[in-house]
């Protein structure tokens, strides 16, 4: 349904709750410039010279104007939204810098700005337009900065716009405040530290759905100690309140953070090394969540060539219903033959209860060797690892919890989850920030085979925020804890490399993996697999060549990999730049997940300086994919942006445009902008 809305301003019941508190910061602010006024004269003696009490440089200004316009269209032939919105935003910011009586004892820069923000929008959903005050202000004071007991102020605001698609401007207001005061004598120099912020966001036309906000407030406290050269000391106590509101959903998070740090060297030739480490965490509200970890590490340095490494932990974590304390003991040693061979090789044993859920028991170790040599055609690398892991879980039964698995995305490849028996109704997508929750449907789709859960991710999101290849995400979900389980795993991995020196090289990759896994309540495929990875490249100034060919005979998803990969970057002439890069990838994968793709990725950027004021930059990128299972993706995107800046004013002007056919889904948008800048 439309509707056309008349012109109003923006106002949601935060901004009117805190009319009173800005009314009471401009109050404040226009005091403390008249007090500065007052104090510009009167004069004071530094020094044997006559000086005002307050000295400020020339108060510098800004003029910013920013005019936006995109356009969307999505939907297939028969069926399209339509959505239009244009942006008009004005600030004018003035700023300065000074101190008061002499610059170690008290220096400051201080900027106030205020502007206007229109919106004009025309979609399926809303017509009309609304505007809304613009205001930031920011303040940096460092008192007595030469002296043992500095202490620095610091207060800011900050309001923007973000452009969006299908759903009009987001508005964006982020508040900073804070305290810092340092006791630096020689031997327990601390810090005291307070900070607090603010983040709201709104859309802003009148039927925003996009409420968000969130207050941090942190207090920190850190020591340092040299007990003597060979041995220093670190403490870190943090205290962190959260609060974060947004439609049907609240968060408040209490969280204290104690760390201990502390190193020994020792030796006659100072060679050994113990670290100690304390660490302990207690977080309550909408999430409750202890962990305590205490940890020694011990490295013995016995001769120039040979050494070894001890390291025990212990872990005790409290999360909603599992409860976990583990013993882990680890030992090993690195042992270099000449400049050709280095061995290294760890055993580890450890112990892990699980409250109501079990037992598990875990032990194994690793072998590797690492060799480079030099050779009359170029460098030889090779390396060999192999390892054993045995578990053992029993006694135990019911839910277990995963929080922030982190994987890193290669597209197009899908992501294994490391659970199995994995509920897939609890999974739950973000960012490595955390704040940014993907959504299942439109960043990802979930497949589940032979009791492994894979999360199918694609750059391709129509809302925003969006996933990106080689981008870190992490996962959230419950996983079925079964009453006994043993798992016996050998892995094998291999790679040997000549990298001649014309810049060719050729590889070989081997990866082998060996699983013996028993349940007392379900038939489990083991998770075995054997990769063959073979393939070139070549690199010269700037032009790099590859070609990959891989195979998986693999228990869950067998697959074939065929990869071409070329880039190219070279200077034009001394002001212009430029580069392409073109990727093929061939992926098919067998029963039981057949499924077959093809996805070509184009691209090419250029910049160029053509006079020293202007300067022109455009990226261009195409992206062709066939999937058997999701059907064809194929269209571009374009950016080009003109700077130009000249003197006391900036010009920047550019263009984005989006055009995408995506599994019968027609995506095209154009995003238009010009923002000036003038300086006086």
């Known amino acids: 349904m439309r509707r056309d809305l008349p012109n109003q301003p923006y106002s949601t019941t935060r901004h009117r709750a805190l009319e009173p508190v800005l009314s009471g910061k401009i109050r404040l602010a226009l005091a403390i410039c008249a007090g500065g006024i007052f104090l510009t004269g009167c004069s004071v003696n530094v020094g044997g010279r006559q000086r005002p009490l307050l000295q400020n440089d020339k108060i510098k200004g800004e003029l910013e104007l920013v005019a936006e316009r995109r356009t969307d269209e999505q939907g297939t032939s028969r069926d399209k939204r339509k959505s239009t919105t244009e942006i008009f935003e004005e600030r004018v910011r003035l700023s300065t810098e000074g101190n008061v009586y002499h610059p170690d004892f008290l220096f400051y820069t201080a900027a106030v700005g205020a502007g206007l923000a229109q919106q004009k929008i025309d979609s399926d959903d809303e017509s009309g337009s609304s505007s809304e005050s613009l205001d930031d202000y920011s303040i940096f004071a460092q008192l007595l900065r030469g002296k043992i007991y500095p202490t620095t102020f610091n207060a800011s605001k900050s309001e923007e716009l973000i452009s969006r698609q299908f759903l009009g401007a987001l508005r964006t207001e982020r508040e900073n405040r804070g305290i810092s005061f340092s006791l630096r004598p020689e031997d327990w120099p601390m810090t005291f530290q307070y900070t607090a912020s603010e983040i709201g966001q709104d859309g802003l036309s009148a039927l925003a759905r996009d409420f968000f906000e969130r207050d941090d407030e942190r207090f920190r406290y850190s020591l340092t100690h040299d007990f003597s050269k060979l041995s220093h000391m670190s403490f870190d106590f943090d205290r962190t309140e959260v609060s974060q509101r947004s439609v049907g959903a609240s968060i408040i998070t209490d969280t204290d953070r104690y760390a201990m740090l502390h190193d020994l060297i020792f030796g006659g030739a100072e060679q050994h090394r113990l670290d100690s480490f304390f660490n302990y965490v207690d977080q309550s509200g909408s999430f409750d969540f202890q962990n305590l970890q205490v940890e020694e590490r011990l490295r013995l340095q016995h001769s120039e060539s040979f050494g070894t490494n001890y390291e025990l932990r212990f872990t005790d974590s409290d999360r909603a219903t599992v409860r976990n304390k583990e013993v882990r003991g680890q ?5 270099r033959l000449y400049e050709s061979l280095v061995t290294t090789s760890n055993v580890f044993v450890s112990r892990t209860d699980l409250d109501a859920q079990g037992d598990l028991d875990q032990q194994g170790g690793m072998l590797a060797f690492n060799y480079r040599k030099k050779n009359a055609w170029g460098t030889l690398y090779s390396n060999y690892t192999a390892s054993l892991t045995q578990s053992e879980q029993s006694s135990g039964s019911g839910t277990g919890v995963v929080i922030d698995e982190s994987h890193i995305f290669a597209d197009p490849l899908a992501i294994t989850l490391d659970r199995v028996n994995t509920d897939t109704s609890t999974i739950v997508v973000t960012d490595n920030t955390g704040l940014n929750t993907y959504t299942q449907g439109d960043d990802y789709t979930i497949t589940e085979i032979n009791g492994r859960v894979q999360l199918n991710m694609t750059t391709l999101g129509i809302v925003p925020p969006n996933v990106t ?66 393939g070139s490249d070549y690199m010269n100034k700037g032009l790099f060549l590859q070609a990959e060919y891989s195979e998986e005979d693999s228990t869950q998803i067998p697959s074939t990999s065929k990869k071409l990969v070329g880039r190219y970057s070279w200077s034009l002439s001394p002001g212009t730049t430029a580069s392409l890069r073109v990727l093929n990838h061939w992926l098919d994968f067998g029963r039981p997940d057949k499924r077959d793709v093809v996805l070509f990725k184009g691209g090419a950027e250029m910049y160029s300086r053509l006079t020293e004021e202007c300067g022109i930059s455009a990226r261009a990128d195409y992206r062709n994919e066939d999937d058997t299972r999701f059907g064809k993706t194929r269209g571009f995107q374009l950016n080009s942006e003109l700077q130009y800046n000249f003197r006391q004013m900036s010009i920047a ?27 006086f």
């Open 469 to 534: 290849d080689g981008q870190e995400i992490l996962v959230d979900y419950n996983f079925f804890i079964e009453p006994r389980r043993e798992e016996d795993t050998t892995r094998h991995n291999f790679n040997i490399r000549e990298r001649f020196k014309n810049g060719l090289s050729v590889y070989y990759a081997h990866s082998r993996q060996d699983e013996d896994v028993s349940s007392t309540i379900t038939e489990i495929t083991p998770d075995e697999f054997t990769i063959n990875t073979a």
């Open 653 to 679: 002007t550019g263009i984005e445009l989006n055009l995408l056919n995506r599994r019968s889904d027609e995506i095209d948008g154009s995003f238009l902008y010009f923002k000036l800048k003038r300086f």
């Open 331 to 335: 030992g090993g040693f690195e042992h």
